[in-house]
C-alpha cells in the first residue's frame, strides 16, 4: 500500500530524523537517491548535459548536491538560480568542487536550457503554494519546450504537496522523485497528471512518521486481501445477495450494465427491481427479476440504486432498509443528507464531480479543482463513505481520522457511457458479499479501472467490455498475489530507490 502524509506530519518526523543524524547527513540521503534515479534516466552519465533549477531552500540544496554527484561522474551540469540569494550555500559549494557551472546575471539560461539532457526541476518545495512565481515562468516553460527529460525534486514546482490543487502555472514532470514518503498532492488530480512517473527514495523517515497517514492508496496485494472467497460451504445466499434498482423505459441498458456488473462482483445472486426486468432476462438470465417494489421484491444483502433511474422510484424503500445502500447517478438528485445521517445501516455514495457539486451546492470546476476537500465535505455531511469518481478516483469515510483512499487504475478510454453503471452493480455486489462500504468501494474501483485498462489495451472500449473484463481483473489481482511480476496495472508511481 503506498501511504502520503500531509506536509506538517512530514517536517515533524524530518526534524525527529535529523536530531539523530550528523548534520546534512538527510539531505545525503535524498541527494543521493535523486542524483541515482537521475542517472538512471541519462544512461551514459559522462559527456550528458543537465541544468539544475534552484530555488531558494532546502529543495535547492537537493537539487545542487545531486547535481554535483552527476558532475563527479562527468556530466557537464549548469545551475539557474532562481532566487540568487536565498540558494543553498553547501550546494553551491559542493556543485562548484565538483566543477558544475553556476550561471551568473550575464549568462543566457535559455541556451543552456535549450542543449539539457535532463532538467532538474528544484524551484519550490513541498512548503510552495499558489504556483510558480512570476520570474520562474519563463524558465519553467523552456524547460518543457526543450527535448530534455524533467526530472521533479520531491513534487513538481507549483503543485500543492496536501491536497493536490493546482491554482496556477507549474513545471509538468516526467518523473518525480520523492523523499521519504509520497505526498498526497502526488496521487490526486490535478497535481497527480503533471508528476510523471513517481520514484520514492527512502531516506529512513518510516520510523518518525504517524501510524496513521492522510492518504492511502491499495495495490494489488492489498486488494487480493479484501477480495470475498466462497468456503466449500458456500451457496449463493451466504456469498450475498445484491439488490439492484435501475433502469427505466428510456434507460433499460442502465439495468443492463449495472446487473452485468453485480454479477461478476462476487456476491452469490443478483436481484432486480424496475422496468428493464426483460432487457435484463434477455441478457442475464440468471438474475432474479422482480417489477417491485423494492421493499416487496424479497430480501437483500445490500442495494445498489440510481442508473437510469426515474425520478428516484425505488430509493426511499432502499434507504428505509436496514442493509448498507449504495447511490448512484439518479438516485442522488436532491438527496438529502438529513435521511441519508439518520440510516442505522451504512450508505455509500458514487457521485461524478458534476453530481458532487450538485450535492454541495458548487460548482464542477471547484470539485474537479479541489478533489480531496470536496470528498471529504461530502462524506462529512452525509455521514456515508463517499466515493468522488474520476482520473483519480477518492473514497472518504465520514469520520476525517481514517485515510482517504485514492485509485489510480483505469485508463481514460473509461470515460464512456455506461461505464459507472458497471461500477455501480461490481461495487454493491461487494457490499452484499459483506465487504465494510470503504472497502467495498476501494476494491470496487480498483477492479473497475483494472477491467477497463485489460479490455482497452490502447484501444477504445464499451461499457460492457469493462463488465466483461472484470474475471479477468480478479485473476490479475489474485495471480500477483501469488508472487511478483514486473510492471503493475496502475500508473508506474510505486518505484522505490
Known amino acids: 500500500m503506498r501511504t502520503a502524509y500531509a506536509v506538517e506530519k512530514v517536517r515533524a518526523a524530518e526534524r525527529e530524523l535529523m536530531a539523530r543524524l550528523p548534520e546534512g547527513a538527510l539531505m545525503g540521503r535524498a541527494a543521493a537517491g535523486l542524483a541515482a534515479v537521475c542517472a538512471g534516466l541519462l544512461g551514459r552519465v559522462y559527456g550528458s548535459r543537465a541544468v539544475l533549477l534552484v530555488g531558494s531552500g532546502d529543495n535547492g540544496g537537493d537539487a545542487l548536491y545531486a547535481g ?74 523552456a524547460a518543457r519546450g526543450c527535448d530534455a527529460v524533467v526530472v521533479a525534486v520531491d513534487l513538481p ?57 492522510a492518504v492511502e492508496a491499495l495495490q494489488h496485494a492489498d486488494v487480493a486481501r479484501l477480495l470475498p472467497a466462497p468456503g466449500g460451504e458456500s451457496d449463493k445466499y451466504r456469498r450475498g445477495l445484491v439488490g439492484i434498482v435501475a433502469g427505466s423505459a428510456k434507460y433499460p441498458g442502465a439495468a443492463v450494465l449495472a446487473v452485468a456488473g453485480a454479477l461478476r462482483g462476487g456476491a452469490g445472486a443478483v436481484r432486480y427491481v424496475g422496468p428493464g426486468g426483460d432487457a435484463v432476462l434477455a441478457r442475464h438470465p440468471e438474475t ?22 426515474h425520478e428516484g422510484r425505488g430509493l426511499d424503500d432502499a434507504l428505509a432498509s436496514d442493509v448498507p445502500v449504495l ?39 471547484e470539485v474537479e479543482a479541489g478533489r480531496l476537500a470536496a470528498v471529504r465535505e461530502l462524506a462529512a455531511r452525509y455521514g456515508a463513505t463517499v466515493l468522488l469518481k474520476g482520473s483519480t478516483t477518492l473514497v472518504a469515510d465520514p469520520d476525517p481520522g481514517v485515510p482517504v483512499r485514492v485509485n489510480a487504475t483505469g485508463t481514460p ?49 464499451a461499457a460492457e467490455d469493462v463488465a466483461g473484463h472484470i474475471p479477468a481483473a480478479w485473476r490479475n489481482v489474485m495471480g500477483e498475489a501469488a508472487g511478483p511480476r514486473p510492471g503493475g496495472p496502475g500508473r508506474e508511481q510505486d518505484d522505490e530507490v
Open 68 to 141: 554535483a554527484r552527476l558532475a563527479r561522474r562527468g556530466a557537464r551540469v549548469s545551475a539557474v538560480l532562481l532566487a540568487p540569494d536565498r540558494a543553498h550555500p553547501g550546494g553551491l559549494a559542493a556543485l562548484r568542487r565538483a566543477g558544475g557551472r553556476i550561471l551568473g546575471p550575464a549568462d543566457d539560461p535559455f541556451a543552456v536550457l535549450a542543449d539539457a539532457d535532463l532538467v532538474l526541476d528544484g524551484i519550490t518545495g513541498i512548503g510552495g503554494h499558489g504556483g510558480l512565481r512570476a520570474d520562474a515562468v519563463p524558465v519553467a516553460r
Open 157 to 213: 514546482s507549483g503543485v500543492a504537496a496536501d491536497d493536490g490543487t493546482v491554482t496556477g502555472e507549474v513545471l509538468r514532470a516526467d518523473v518525480t522523485v520523492t523523499f521519504g514518503t509520497y505526498k498526497p498532492g502526488l496521487l490526486i488530480d490535478p497535481a497527480a497528471e503533471v508528476a510523471g512517473v513517481l520514484r520514492l527514495v527512502d531516506i529512513g523517515l518510516g520510523p518518525h512518521l504517524p501510524s496513521v497517514p
Open 288 to 309: 432474479l427479476v422482480s417489477e417491485g417494489p423494492p421493499a416487496r421484491a424479497g430480501r437483500v444483502q445490500a442495494w445498489a440504486v440510481g442508473p437510469g433511474l
Open 327 to 365: 447511490i448512484d447517478a439518479d438516485g442522488l438528485r436532491g438527496l438529502d443528507a438529513g435521511t441519508v445521517r439518520a440510516r442505522s445501516a451504512p450508505t455509500l455514495l458514487t457521485p461524478h464531480a458534476g453530481e458532487a457539486a450538485a450535492l454541495l451546492g458548487a460548482e464542477r470546476a
Open 413 to 461: 478510454w473509461l470515460a464512456t457511457a455506461g461505464s459507472g453503471d458497471v461500477l455501480t452493480g461490481l461495487t454493491g455486489s461487494l457490499l452484499a458479499a459483506g465487504l465494510p462500504t470503504r472497502d467495498a468501494a476501494s476494491v470496487g474501483a480498483y477492479l473497475h479501472g483494472l477491467a477497463a485498462r485489460l479490455a482497452a489495451r490502447g484501444a477504445p472500449l
